[in-house]
């Protein structure tokens, strides 16, 4: 055998390696012992005796060997899935010829996929977002003229719920392998970064142009009302109210975005009763609803206790179901829904929820509602500081506002706040 030929017998594994010294060290063991064995006894009898017991004590030795190998890989393995499981990693192969995927068994523990039903075929495109899937595809395709591709991409979970992946991946012969991590949390943290970021910019906005806007307001609602004092034709009359009107409503704007810039006090206001107050909010919508739409509400039971300001609260819900109106048009129907949730009354949260019956919101537009100066209305229609200002107050009460419905179901938008006796002991703890 040539040289290249030796070369080509070179192990290219740990375990051919392990194979190939073990059969060296087994060779030189029997040969040699067995020629000590023949020099050194020439009773027959001892002979054999010593030949069987060399025979047992190289069996004992293997088997410890073996033993101490397969433990090593074991533990290899657990550090493995163990490093997996907090990395969150899954690695996968993809055959050109048959197109087929292959994924590791940690594929289940990440995505809560099965790998069976990934390798069949379409399952990887299925498990993938629609609008995401031409990014597999580019991907793919650049990765196998050479090179390295990451790409991150939306997966839909076994639960159903949307993940966030990161795929990497890089040619191999027949094929491609890579790696893909859940990297959900980091795309969370990051659109809330920018949430934030993008509340700075707007509260920067806000107090930059709040004071020379204010003072022009003034002088312009002032000279409308004196102007409105005087007799005038009917048609300067009306100029005038639009004047005025438009003022008005430019000064509302103008305090919306003044609770944008200032820090709102934590949970103020004072103890009340939460059902009242949405019967007092359902009341006010019953007249600003056209007469195709529906409103339903059942009065909550009594106990529903909170601490809040009525009047900011009042804002918050009038905002979100005048939205509803405006979603559901001409014809359809809201629903306000009042309930405990956790341990019983007084303990645990209170809960609001204004559901609608029009087209919903889409996930891509669901990240970005509470974005100051963001609105899916019209143009025109709405300024974008509704729902940022809602958010505020609810997070100032200690609370949370969510949308938590998708397009086709009808927006559905869920307030939480803290129940009294909850509300009080923070108090207590912070005083």
């Given at each position: 055998?040539?040289?290249?030929?030796?070369?080509?017998?070179?192990?290219?594994?740990?375990?051919?390696?392990?194979?190939?010294?073990?059969?060296?060290?087994?060779?030189?063991?029997?040969?040699?012992?067995?020629?000590?064995?023949?020099?050194?006894?020439?009773?027959?009898?001892?002979?054999?005796?010593?030949?069987?017991?060399?025979?047992?004590?190289?069996?004992?030795?293997?088997?410890?060997?073996?033993?101490a190998?397969?433990?090593?890989?074991a533990?290899?393995?657990?550090a493995?899935?163990?490093?997996?499981?907090?990395?969150?990693?899954v690695?996968?192969?993809?055959?050109?010829?048959t197109?087929?995927?292959?994924?590791?068994?940690?594929?289940?523990?990440?995505?809560?996929?099965?790998?069976?039903?990934?390798s069949?075929?379409?399952?990887?495109?299925?498990?993938?977002h629609?609008?995401?899937?031409?990014?597999?595809?580019?991907?793919r395709?650049?990765?196998t003229?050479?090179?390295?591709?990451?790409?991150?991409a939306?997966?839909?979970?076994?639960?159903?719920?949307e993940?966030?992946?990161?795929?990497?991946?890089?040619?191999?012969?027949?094929?491609?392998?890579?790696v893909?991590?859940?990297?959900?949390?980091?795309h969370?943290?990051?659109?809330?970064?920018?949430?934030?970021?993008?509340?700075?910019?707007?509260?920067?906005?806000?107090g930059?142009?709040?004071?020379?806007?204010?003072?022009?307001?003034?002088a312009?609602?002032?000279s409308?009302?004196?102007?409105?004092?005087?007799?005038r034709?009917?048609?300067?009359s009306?100029?005038?109210?639009?004047?005025?009107r438009?003022?008005?409503?430019?000064?509302?704007?103008?305090?919306?975005?003044?609770?944008?810039?200032?820090?709102?006090?934590?949970?103020?206001?004072?103890?009340g009763e939460?059902?009242?107050?949405?019967?007092?909010?359902v009341?006010?919508?019953?007249?600003?609803l056209?007469?195709?739409v529906?409103?339903?509400?059942?009065?909550?039971?009594e106990?529903?206790?909170?601490?809040?300001?009525?009047?900011?609260?009042?804002?918050?819900?009038?905002?979100l179901?005048l939205?509803?109106?405006?979603a559901?048009?001409?014809?359809?129907?809201i629903?306000i829904?009042?309930s405990?949730?956790?341990?019983?009354p007084?303990?645990?949260?209170?809960v609001?929820?204004?559901?609608?019956?029009?087209p919903?919101?889409?996930?891509?537009?669901?990240?970005?509602?509470?974005?100051?100066?963001?609105?899916?209305?019209?143009?025109?229609?709405?300024?974008?500081?509704?729902?940022?200002?809602?958010?505020?107050?609810?997070?100032?009460?200690g609370?949370s506002l969510?949308?938590?419905?998708?397009p086709?179901?009808?927006?559905?938008?869920r307030?939480?706040?803290?129940?009294?006796?909850?509300?009080?002991?923070?108090?207590?703890?912070?005083?």
């Amino acid at each position: 055998m040539n040289l290249k030929g030796l070369r080509s017998l070179r192990p290219r594994s740990m375990a051919s390696r392990v194979a190939l010294s073990y059969a060296g060290l087994a060779a030189l063991w029997i040969l040699f012992s067995d020629r000590a064995l023949n020099w050194a006894v020439t009773d027959p009898l001892w002979h054999l005796r010593l030949s069987v017991a060399k025979g047992w004590f190289f069996v004992g030795v293997t088997a410890l060997m073996l033993f101490a190998y397969l433990s090593v890989q074991a533990d290899r393995r657990l550090a493995l899935l163990e490093a997996t499981r907090r990395a969150r990693v899954v690695p996968w192969r993809w055959d050109a010829p048959t197109r087929r995927w292959t994924f590791e068994r940690s594929v289940e523990m990440v995505l809560g996929l099965d790998p069976v039903e990934l390798s069949a075929p379409g399952g990887v495109e299925r498990a993938f977002h629609p609008e995401d899937l031409h990014r597999l595809a580019g991907a793919r395709h650049r990765a196998t003229r050479g090179g390295l591709e990451s790409f991150d991409a939306r997966m839909l979970a076994g639960t159903g719920r949307e993940l966030w992946t990161q795929w990497t991946m890089k040619a191999t012969p027949g094929g491609l392998q890579g790696v893909l991590q859940d990297v959900t949390e980091l795309h969370e943290v990051r659109a809330e970064l920018i949430q934030h970021q993008r509340r700075e910019l707007a509260q920067q906005l806000a107090g930059g142009v709040n004071h020379d806007l204010k003072n022009l307001l003034q002088a312009i609602l002032g000279s409308a009302e004196l102007l409105a004092l005087h007799p005038r034709t009917d048609s300067e009359s009306r100029n005038v109210h639009t004047i005025i009107r438009a003022s008005e409503r430019a000064h509302d704007l103008l305090r919306q975005m003044l609770g944008l810039v200032r820090p709102q006090p934590e949970r103020p206001g004072e103890p009340g009763e939460l059902g009242a107050l949405v019967q007092e909010c359902v009341d006010l919508l019953r007249h600003a609803l056209p007469m195709g739409v529906e409103l339903h509400f059942d009065p909550p039971a009594e106990g529903l206790r909170g601490r809040f300001d009525s009047g900011q609260i009042l804002q918050l819900l009038m905002n979100l179901g005048l939205n509803a109106r405006d979603a559901v048009g001409t014809k359809g129907w809201i629903r306000i829904q009042v309930s405990h949730e956790g341990e019983a009354p007084p303990e645990g949260a209170l809960v609001v929820e204004v559901t609608d019956s029009g087209p919903g919101v889409p996930e891509t537009l669901r990240e970005r509602l509470f974005e100051p100066f963001f609105t899916t209305k019209p143009e025109g229609a709405g300024t974008g500081l509704g729902l940022a200002m809602a958010k505020a107050i609810a997070e100032a009460h200690g609370g949370s506002l969510k949308c938590l419905s998708g397009p086709g179901e009808g927006a559905r938008f869920r307030l939480t706040l803290p129940s009294f006796t909850e509300t009080l002991a923070l108090d207590e703890s912070g005083s």
